[in-house]
């Protein structure tokens, strides 16, 4: 069952759910003692495909025409499709991005299969692989197996799997040219929706801190505010303090906000809700604060602080300041 990597790049610099894709890729491989390539697509690509090379794969696929410098769904679905056919993957997989959303079902349609998306984890049961996915914005995990023949799909949620456990080594490139002809692409490249067009994108930072019902009232935002400040992080927030209006829906972490998985999330004043467990328990390290020893934060949670926000925070703030000074 050889695994296929499907990356993602864009203006010649990665996405970095590329990593976690590609890492899950070795895993899988490694899990159903198969091998595992990877691909990226585009224009002008050569030096990704060789940083890519560097990593433990079987093989790494440039895929270049010049009618992919501009993302389309059409000339990213006849490529792609073109290279599955080649490649005869038995499984394809991709980080769930916007782009991938947004032509995956057409590449998998194409071919008669269907695609699991945004996939949280995985098991192999008598050498039988298992995806995960969530439902009902996180309350239930639901498992999928594949019936149909390969070439199978899935797309990967972001911080599902960790990008640092991508495992070295050396790859051959080989470039593919997929047949395409202007006529093939029904639609005009706009500028594209990127995750980064709100005003941050917290999908990108290595430290958040987060903020939550705890914090009372908007005036108390800045205290928050201040040990973000402390750790150079982002501050972002659970849907009851955006829905408030205390900070911008683009700081919202969780099923309706963004997914992320920073280095370090502290989670202040934050009970924990599946909805905003969903978007942030892939972080690498959680540290929660919160005076209720029974907040379903604790359970993800790596450190945990029981204890009045309005005491811990500035005394962290302060400790945090002395240690980076």
């Not at 490249?189 to 941050?200: K, S």
Request: proline letters at 5%; glycine letters at 8%.
């Amino acid at each position: 069952m050889s695994i296929l990597a499907i990356l993602e790049q864009r203006g010649g610099a990665w996405n970095r759910m590329s990593f976690e894709t590609a890492a899950a890729a070795q895993q899988l491989a490694k899990e159903l003692n198969t091998t595992a390539s990877a691909a990226v697509a585009g224009q002008g690509i050569g030096s990704l495909a060789a940083e890519m090379a560097g990593r433990q794969f079987e093989k790494v696929y440039a895929v270049e025409h010049d009618l992919l410098q501009d993302y389309t769904p059409d000339a990213y679905a006849i490529a792609l499709r073109q290279l599955v056919e080649k490649v005869k993957p038995a499984l394809a997989i991709f980080p769930h991005t916007y782009q991938v959303r947004d032509f995956l079902p057409k590449l998998a349609t194409s071919l008669g299969r269907v695609a699991v998306s945004d996939v949280i984890a995985h098991r192999v049961e008598n050498g039988e692989l298992v995806l995960v996915r969530q439902l009902f914005q996180g309350k239930v995990n639901a498992d999928y197996r594949f019936a149909d023949e390969a070439p199978q799909f899935a797309s990967l949620q972001a911080g599902a799997y960790r990008a640092d456990l991508l495992a070295a080594g050396s790859a051959a490139v080989e470039n593919f040219a997929p047949q395409l002809a202007a006529a093939d692409i029904r639609t005009k490249p706009q500028a594209p929706f990127r995750e980064a067009a709100r005003a941050v994108d917290l999908g990108a930072a290595a430290i958040i801190v987060s903020v939550g019902r705890g914090i009372k009232e908007a005036d108390n935002i800045p205290l928050v505010q201040k040990l973000a400040d402390a750790f150079g992080a982002e501050l972002a927030a659970s849907r009851p303090i955006c829905d408030a209006g205390w900070l911008p829906m683009e700081r919202q972490v969780g099923s309706s906000g963004q997914t992320v998985a920073p280095k370090l999330y502290v989670a202040v004043g934050i009970s924990g809700a599946i909805q905003h467990l969903v978007g942030m328990k892939g972080s690498r390290t959680i540290v929660a604060i919160n005076k209720d020893p029974d907040a379903p934060i604790f359970e993800v949670a790596d450190y945990g602080i029981v204890g009045d926000l309005f005491q811990v925070v500035p005394e962290l703030t302060e400790a945090v300041e002395k240690a980076r000074s």
